[in-house]
């Protein structure tokens, strides 16, 4: 291998810039001096041959980067949204909101037993979850809801639209209460009692 | 640490610690599948005639040295087993004259080939990842103004979200305490804690609160329960200037009791009952 | 600006592959045959010049990658993101979705033989798997198949790369589960014939 080529290869794939001695430290053929030639000789080559991108030297070392006269194509590329979809944990938080709302953070949390305000926040990027109130108490934590985009999206008239099953727990079927003290409900006619007691705002 | 699949028949010398029997180390096995097919090509016996009595009981065997805590995976050893079993009373029984009846192993016999197959393929999977892994894409790519993820569609469909909603379950009070206290209940914590020390003390250094704590949760929730208090006039926070240290003077009286009470209940759980 | 420096600008600030009509929406001036007559331009210069990578063809679409005879360099880098690699379960659990999609999660586990729901939730996380329907019947259960990510991490260009059963040492039978004129056999030699029968789908 020249060692241009060995030098491109390094400043391609690494994901920060590089100072010529951290590059030659990829072969026992390199020195600071040959890379420091090197990436003369590849600065010449890109140049000579139009490419789209060049070595820029920047503070930490030196770096591949597509020249600035083509930001422009790029930037309207980007502007192209790609289709994503939503990761287990963001899947498994939607659905605690949306059969639970309104519901705060911190029972999305214990339902789920992991901290979620990253996730929440994401849904909330995304626009399928939004902030539909304040909790009464101690330090009035903020409600979780679903959008009217969430609706749309999956297609829903209206939040009364969302099955409920009896392959759902009872968690989500239910709304039953989540107090460390009280049994999760077994007893149908249970349930209706606990129900009662939480007559929470419908959430449309 | 990863378990290429497929590598029982060459990494498990099964050794033989009595006159047919096998001494198998469970944890190499992917499952019941795994370990049957490698006592079969260990011991270079023809599928599509298996001893049957002969393999159920080495599989009896090496299935007993599942520890009782790994239980979640016994039970699809011992699956497998009764299928073992089951197969060996069937061909105990007299076959019937006319010849038509199926062998009573051919479907464990498909369903061990259709393993074998999976696990020639996974390796050829895992031979083309390594072949992959020794080309690399670009490293850096500068960042650029991304369109806001409200805009890019999604591509989530009910179903996957219903998914996610059947695998919820209801949670164990008991595992999620020590989860809950630790992380989020620690304001409540900070508000029994000032109204244990403030009535009787009638003033503390707020640096006192923290004291067995390093956290800096602990400074974050101990100032809300503070300021929480304040706001329900409770107490009273005074400064002398900036960066002074800070005081919480008891107002007496002010309903002190009943909040305690009312944060004990609210230690216990989250939120969103609170106010049931 | 040339199509292929346009070309090579949007490859060049991409970390997945890209198919033609994405890299299309750069510029006006391109469209789905001039980015592929580009791309082969970009590849004999590339060639030519003995530049460290290449434009491979992965997932359906574009990709520069580094030649893999620079590995060894590149592999001892820290600022190198080292390619991850699936665990036996998942491999084999990749398996059975690639060959035999769309697939149930129960039909899935019956090949196992292990419950496999957490290894196609990863699966699912890393976006190599995602649902692509629903069975009929009870339940109607979800149905797995693999994206253009799977075929990114493992660099097939298609599903049709994916090894041919018939070059499997392994000859299975059709799926179909054995009726009862059809007997096992026995004798090495009639597995032949039976296997002749083998209407094994092609992957595709």
Redesign the interface.
């Given at each position: 291998m020249r060692p241009e080529q060995i030098v491109e290869?390094v400043l391609?794939?690494?994901?920060?810039?590089l100072r010529a001695e951290e590059i030659a430290r990829a072969d026992e053929s390199l020195d600071e001096d040959v890379v420091e030639r090197a990436i003369q000789r590849l600065q010449g080559e890109y140049q000579e041959d139009e490419r789209a991108f060049e070595v820029a030297e920047v503070a930490e070392g030196f770096?591949?980067?597509?020249r600035p006269e083509f930001a422009s194509y790029?930037?309207r590329f980007?502007?192209v949204?790609?289709?994503?979809?939503?990761s287990?944990p963001a899947?498994?938080t939607?659905?605690?909101i949306?059969?639970?709302q309104p519901?705060?953070?911190?029972?999305v949390?214990?339902?789920?037993?992991v901290?979620s305000s990253g996730v929440i926040r994401?849904l909330q990027?995304?626009?399928?979850v939004e902030v539909v109130g304040r909790?009464?108490?101690?330090?009035r934590?903020l409600?979780y809801g679903t959008t009217p985009?969430f609706l749309e999206?999956?297609?829903?008239q209206s939040l009364a639209d969302l099955?409920r099953t009896e392959?759902?727990?009872?968690?989500?079927r239910d709304r039953?209460?989540?107090?460390?003290?009280q049994e999760?409900p077994v007893d149908p006619d249970q349930e209706e009692l606990n129900l009662e007691?939480?007559e929470e705002s419908d959430p449309q | 640490m990863?378990?290429?699949?497929g590598r029982s028949g060459a990494l498990l010398p099964s050794a033989v610690a009595g006159p047919g029997r096998f001494v198998v180390d469970l944890d190499r096995f992917?499952?019941?599948?795994?370990l049957l097919l490698h006592l079969i090509r260990e011991q270079d016996i023809?599928i599509?005639?298996i001893p049957i009595a002969r393999i159920t009981d080495q599989f009896l065997a090496a299935i007993q040295e599942i520890h009782p805590e790994e239980l979640?995976?016994a039970g699809?050893f011992l699956e497998?087993a009764a299928t073992l079993v089951r197969i060996k009373a069937q061909m105990l029984l007299p076959r019937p004259p006319d010849?038509?009846?199926?062998?009573p192993?051919?479907?464990l016999?498909?369903?061990l080939?259709?393993?074998?197959?999976?696990?020639?393929?996974?390796q050829?999977?895992?031979a083309?990842?390594?072949?992959?892994?020794?080309?690399?894409?670009?490293?850096?790519?500068?960042p650029?103004?991304?369109?806001?993820?409200?805009?890019?569609?999604?591509?989530?469909?009910?179903?996957?979200?219903?998914?996610?909603?059947?695998?919820?379950?209801?949670?164990d009070?008991k595992?999620?305490?020590h989860?809950?206290t630790r992380?989020?209940?620690a304001?409540?914590e900070k508000?029994e804690l000032i109204l244990k020390m403030l009535p009787e003390r009638g003033r503390v250094e707020f640096s006192e609160l923290l004291r067995p704590w390093k956290e800096k949760l602990h400074g974050v929730m101990t100032f809300?329960a503070g300021l929480?208090l304040a706001r329900r006039r409770t107490l009273r926070l005074r400064q002398v200037q900036p960066f002074s240290e800070l005081w919480l003077y008891w107002r007496g009286e002010g309903g002190a009791g009943s909040t305690g009470d009312?944060?004990q209940d609210?230690a216990?759980?989250?939120?969103?009952?609170?106010?049931?």
């Amino acid at each position: 291998m020249r060692p241009e080529q060995i030098v491109e290869a390094v400043l391609f794939s690494s994901d920060a810039p590089l100072r010529a001695e951290e590059i030659a430290r990829a072969d026992e053929s390199l020195d600071e001096d040959v890379v420091e030639r090197a990436i003369q000789r590849l600065q010449g080559e890109y140049q000579e041959d139009e490419r789209a991108f060049e070595v820029a030297e920047v503070a930490e070392g030196f770096q591949l980067l597509t020249r600035p006269e083509f930001a422009s194509y790029l930037e309207r590329f980007d502007t192209v949204p790609r289709p994503s979809r939503l990761s287990g944990p963001a899947l498994e938080t939607l659905a605690i909101i949306a059969y639970r709302q309104p519901i705060g953070r911190m029972e999305v949390e214990y339902i789920r037993g992991v901290s979620s305000s990253g996730v929440i926040r994401t849904l909330q990027d995304r626009g399928l979850v939004e902030v539909v109130g304040r909790a009464e108490g101690l330090g009035r934590p903020l409600l979780y809801g679903t959008t009217p985009r969430f609706l749309e999206h999956f297609g829903f008239q209206s939040l009364a639209d969302l099955p409920r099953t009896e392959e759902l727990s009872v968690v989500l079927r239910d709304r039953a209460p989540l107090t460390a003290d009280q049994e999760a409900p077994v007893d149908p006619d249970q349930e209706e009692l606990n129900l009662e007691g939480s007559e929470e705002s419908d959430p449309q | 640490m990863r378990a290429p699949p497929g590598r029982s028949g060459a990494l498990l010398p099964s050794a033989v610690a009595g006159p047919g029997r096998f001494v198998v180390d469970l944890d190499r096995f992917q499952g019941p599948m795994d370990l049957l097919l490698h006592l079969i090509r260990e011991q270079d016996i023809d599928i599509f005639d298996i001893p049957i009595a002969r393999i159920t009981d080495q599989f009896l065997a090496a299935i007993q040295e599942i520890h009782p805590e790994e239980l979640d995976s016994a039970g699809e050893f011992l699956e497998m087993a009764a299928t073992l079993v089951r197969i060996k009373a069937q061909m105990l029984l007299p076959r019937p004259p006319d010849e038509e009846e199926e062998d009573p192993r051919a479907e464990l016999v498909r369903r061990l080939l259709e393993y074998e197959q999976i696990r020639e393929i996974s390796q050829r999977l895992e031979a083309a990842e390594s072949q992959r892994a020794r080309r690399f894409p670009k490293g850096y790519v500068p960042p650029r103004p991304k369109p806001p993820l409200e805009e890019s569609p999604l591509e989530t469909t009910w179903e996957e979200v219903y998914e996610a909603a059947l695998g919820v379950e209801v949670p164990d009070p008991k595992a999620r305490e020590h989860q809950v206290t630790r992380r989020g209940v620690a304001m409540e914590e900070k508000v029994e804690l000032i109204l244990k020390m403030l009535p009787e003390r009638g003033r503390v250094e707020f640096s006192e609160l923290l004291r067995p704590w390093k956290e800096k949760l602990h400074g974050v929730m101990t100032f809300l329960a503070g300021l929480e208090l304040a706001r329900r006039r409770t107490l009273r926070l005074r400064q002398v200037q900036p960066f002074s240290e800070l005081w919480l003077y008891w107002r007496g009286e002010g309903g002190a009791g009943s909040t305690g009470d009312e944060a004990q209940d609210r230690a216990a759980m989250p939120e969103e009952e609170g106010d049931r």
